[in-house]
């Protein structure tokens, strides 16, 4: 078979990763505080006993775009927006720690706060409030409530977001759509006591929905031309092998 569709099948192959990680975006473009993934690729020549002319594709660690999305004000009291490189705290189900910057919190019928449906962590643990309270979270993290029915100078502190401060480089993307460390000891990061959020906002996805679109067209458009290329190759072995057969 000749060397050429192997060269022209390892590109169609970058080509359909690399749709999968724009359809992935696309549909995370309204998810609050969604970080886009970038793809990368490089070529890589071919060494052997011939002539160095041929060159393969191969993808680089794929990395995300650290740019912020923008700060919508929501006027609802759960609704948090973080600063560059703030994380929020979040347990996972086998007792493990992930971050995100998804705002967006809610309270469940036990009172307790969660992410996505995640439990979201505090300095002392996962978070609770009193059921049909009024909850109210403060720019350093604070959660004060006042109960139903309480007087107004009824405030009570029931606990403070667990904020952390990491670079996206320094985080791993899971499959689940946490970031999770990657430190060999597998210990949690250690709360940022300085950091201050912004209540009562969101911050949207960073995705461009019109240059995701531009991107898969893009991309579709160069998975054909590699298609193109095989089908051209195999094409001529074809013809090749029946004139030889002629002969």
Same mark, same amino acid.
């Given at each position: 078979?000749?060397?050429?569709?192997?060269?022209?099948?390892?590109?169609?192959?970058?080509?359909?990763?690399?749709?999968?990680?724009?359809?992935?975006?696309?549909?995370?473009?309204?998810?609050?505080?969604?970080?886009?993934?970038?793809?990368?690729?490089?070529?890589?020549?071919?060494?052997?006993?011939?002539?160095?002319?041929?060159?393969?594709?191969?993808?680089?660690?794929?990395?995300?775009?650290?740019?912020?999305?923008?700060?919508?004000?929501?006027?609802?009291?759960?609704?948090?927006?973080?600063?560059?490189?703030?994380?929020?705290?979040?347990?996972?189900?086998?007792?493990?720690?992930?971050?995100?910057?998804?705002?967006?919190?809610?309270?469940?019928?036990?009172?307790?706060?969660?992410?996505? *449906?995640? +439990? =979201?962590?505090? %300095?002392?643990?996962?978070?609770? $409030? &009193?059921?049909?309270? /009024?909850?109210?979270?403060?720019?350093?993290?604070?959660?004060?409530?006042?109960?139903?029915?309480?007087?107004?100078?009824?405030?009570?502190?029931?606990?403070?977001?667990?904020?952390?401060?990491?670079?996206?480089?320094?985080?791993?993307?899971?499959?689940?759509?946490?970031?999770?460390?990657?430190?060999?000891? *597998?210990? +949690? =990061?250690?709360? %940022?006591?300085?950091?201050?959020? $912004? &209540?009562?906002?969101? /911050?949207?996805?960073?995705?461009?929905?019109?240059?995701?679109?531009?991107?898969?067209?893009?991309?579709?458009?160069?998975?054909?031309?590699?298609?193109?290329?095989?089908?051209?190759?195999?094409?001529?072995?074809?013809?090749?092998?029946?004139?030889?057969?002629?002969?």
């Amino acid at each position: 078979m000749d060397r050429a569709i192997y060269t022209a099948m390892g590109a169609a192959g970058a080509a359909l990763n690399r749709q999968a990680v724009t359809a992935n975006n696309l549909a995370n473009a309204s998810t609050p505080g969604f970080r886009a993934q970038l793809m990368a690729y490089r070529a890589v020549p071919v060494n052997g006993p011939s002539v160095p002319t041929r060159t393969l594709v191969t993808e680089s660690t794929p990395y995300h775009d650290n740019t912020m999305g923008a700060i919508n004000q929501s006027g609802r009291n759960l609704d948090v927006a973080l600063p560059q490189d703030g994380w929020l705290a979040v347990s996972l189900a086998d007792g493990s720690e992930a971050y995100t910057r998804d705002g967006n919190i809610e309270v469940d019928n036990e009172g307790q706060l969660r992410v996505r *449906g995640f +439990p =979201l962590l505090g %300095d002392g643990g996962p978070l609770t $409030v &009193p059921p049909q309270s /009024e909850v109210t979270i403060a720019p350093d993290g604070s959660i004060t409530v006042l109960g139903a029915g309480d007087e107004p100078t009824a405030l009570a502190q029931v606990g403070r977001l667990k904020m952390v401060n990491a670079p996206i480089q320094t985080l791993r993307n899971g499959d689940d759509g946490f970031f999770h460390t990657t430190a060999q000891n *597998g210990q +949690p =990061l250690p709360a %940022d006591l300085e950091m201050k959020l $912004v &209540p009562g906002a969101i /911050e949207s996805s960073n995705v461009s929905p019109v240059k995701s679109m531009v991107d898969m067209i893009s991309t579709a458009r160069s998975f054909d031309m590699q298609m193109k290329v095989i089908s051209a190759v195999d094409d001529n072995a074809k013809n090749a092998n029946q004139l030889l057969s002629i002969s």
